[in-house]
């Protein structure tokens, strides 16, 4: 028995789907009773939901009886500062209820899902492995930080006993609702996102992360972190390719590191009329601006036969099932 935490989010669903894939037992941990529409109904039949959320050690202790591991991929990615407490709480608090628990059960295994993030960000870039520590940094996000102080819980708890392994993924994207998340990406680029940057990060398909989890999950590997990186990408060429995907407007405001500091602006001013949040923050676009490539190399090494889907393929994919969905009103703009 394997428990998902944060399961009904993007990720942690995928990873459902793909431990159902091979015939594991599931019990997921939610907040919610409603089930992400954007996996087949058919992999809920075979999960064992436990209300609660990470937050909540009651529900976290009944969660984890009788299971031989836990991945913990509940988490809140938002780079928005109404948010930011929240997140801080969920990604720090909570990493830190879920590793005392299972030190208390005396959990055989977890998987932690953190985020290249965590592994820190400069402006002048390069190329990050996993030997890339963390420094202090205005280029690092709120999200960033909490990611970065949740994995110091993990590994407090591999140094009193855990096994397991953390995998930072980068920048993924997938099928899902986009109004959450990375998800948002594909929403912002079909509404018209006008901003382009020649920013480079890592980005990579939601269904090869939930792979690599399972698979690490099963491997004798522990007390080790890998990233999980697909392809490492412009913004600009990312925008584009999703544009192309739905057959919309390209972005076509170049906004250089000046006029992304006005650009985020005028996304705010915009939003406090529109009433949703705007598609630019100050944080996301410094992210935008650096020019930081991930190695995914050590991963590639320890799963022999693992592949990354090209993300010219992938993209369009999502695009397709992301305007099936807009038709059927399981999405809204």
Not at 13 to 20: D, H, K, P, V
Not at 296 to 310: H, K, Q, V
Request: aromatic fraction near 8%; include cysteine; hydrophobic fraction near 40%.
């Amino acid at each position: 028995m394997i428990l998902v935490t944060g399961g009904t989010g993007f990720l942690g669903a995928y990873i459902i789907r793909e431990l159902r894939r091979q015939g594991l037992p599931v019990r997921a941990l939610r907040r919610t009773a409603k089930q992400p529409f954007f996996i087949d109904p058919s992999v809920w039949q075979g999960v064992e939901w436990v209300d609660g959320d990470v937050l909540d050690i009651g529900s976290l202790e009944d969660a984890m009886q009788g299971v031989t591991g836990v991945v913990h991929a509940a988490a809140v990615v938002s780079f928005h500062g109404a948010d930011r407490a929240r997140m801080l709480q969920v990604n720090i608090e909570g990493t830190a209820n879920v590793v005392n628990v299972a030190l208390e059960n005396g959990m055989p295994r977890l998987l932690h899902v953190s985020s290249v993030a965590a592994l820190g960000r400069t402006r002048a870039g390069g190329v990050v492995n996993e030997d890339k520590k963390w420094s202090e940094s205005k280029s690092n996000t709120q999200y960033a930080v909490s990611k970065h102080r949740a994995e110091i819980e993990v590994w407090r708890g591999f140094a009193e006993g855990l096994e397991g392994v953390v995998i930072n993924p980068s920048t993924i994207l997938g099928f899902g609702d986009w109004h959450q998340s990375s998800c948002a990406i594909f929403r912002n680029v079909y509404k018209g996102m006008p901003w382009y940057t020649e920013g480079i990060n890592g980005f990579v398909g939601v269904e090869d992360v939930a792979r690599a989890t399972v698979q690490l999950l099963q491997s004798g590997i522990t007390e080790r972190r890998f990233i999980v990186n697909g392809e490492n990408w412009t913004f600009h060429r990312l925008l584009d390719t999703i544009a192309t995907g739905f057959g919309t407007r390209k972005p076509w405001r170049h906004a250089s590191p000046v006029l992304g500091e006005l650009a985020w602006r005028i996304e705010g001013i915009k939003s406090l009329f529109s009433g949703g949040k705007p598609l630019l923050t100050k944080e996301s676009a410094r992210v935008a601006h650096s020019r930081t490539e991930f190695d995914s190399s050590a991963l590639l090494e320890a799963l022999p036969g693992f592949s990354y889907t090209p993300l010219d393929e992938l993209i369009p994919v999502a695009c397709k099932l992301y305007q099936r969905a807009l038709g059927e009103g399981l999405l809204k703009v």
